[in-house]
DNA sequence: TATAGTAGGTACCTAGAGGAAAGTGACTAT
DNA sequence: ATAGTCACTTTCCTCTAGGTACCTACTATA
């Protein structure tokens, strides 16, 4: 079904850019979204510190930066409490978690195909072509 | 069934990065490639020239350090012909044409849901938080 | 008194990605 | 003799994402 046939016809949508993918992929899968959105539907609703240290290396700044433009785009909605000390909560929207069978479609995806991607880079490395 | 029972699932394979589709994401989606792939299994083998025009906006530099990339990655072939002047043929691999169905679900969440984003963007622009 | 905790904001700086433009080599067509 | 083709390569330059470090207000706790 999801055959290449789907991928021409949904190519045709947008000749110009010779892919009609680049909007999706700015939005879903540019710096840090998908580690943020994977943790914010692992793990529920949490507050910024949580999401910090679940995902370990992001600094402050970016984080902030990140969840400003998924907030802005949709895909979470935050909560601000004013009290002292502050507490803000972050959970995933519908649109959000609609992404879910996407993410469990690309994490088959590379679950059956990561091993064959390691095994070009070696190959190329150890055979360098020319 | 890609519910969110998946989506755990994958995520314990793992834990220290808080997203196991990481990876991948930088193999697939990284700048470019995209574009590459889909021109790639849109139109067959084609040559680097073509490649060049059908895409539009990329710079020789680029596209062939995107190509190099991607042949590593065991996503794209490489065939060179040594004659005057040169041709070289590019076409998709199996492990490409595998993306296929990732691709046709990606297209198909952006036809369903893009004019969702576009409004939450609008929304948010229009009154903006706090 | 001073320190910690919270959710950031702000200023400064750097590395690296990517763009522009020109060059290359070997041959062909005019 | 000159120009054109192809598939790059090289050089130079810009831009920006992201990192470091410090700052905010307010309270509870030691």
């Known amino acids: 079904m999801a055959d290449n ?44 510190v949580e999401l910090e240290r679940r995902i370990g290396t992001i600094t402050p700044k970016v984080l902030t930066q990140r969840l400003r433009q998924l907030e802005r785009d949709g895909m979470v909605v935050r909560t601000y409490h004013p009290e002292v ?14 992404l879910a069978p996407l993410f469990a479609h690309l994490a088959e995806w590379a679950a059956d195909n990561l091993d064959k991607v390691e095994q070009a880079r070696h190959d190329y490395d150890t055979d360098p072509p020319k």
Chains 1, 2 share one sequence.
């Not at 979204?33 to 949490?46: D, F, S, Y």
């Not at 000390?85 to 609609?98: A, F, K, N, T």
């Open 85 to 98: 000390p502050p507490r803000v909560e972050y959970e995933i929207s519908e649109l959000g978690r609609s």
């Open 5 to 48: 046939a789907d991928w021409v016809a949904a190519a045709e949508t947008d000749p110009e850019l010779a892919c009609p993918t680049s909007a999706v992929v700015e939005i879903v899968f540019s710096r840090w979204t998908t580690p943020i959105l994977w943790t914010l539907n692992r793990h529920g609703r949490q507050r910024f």
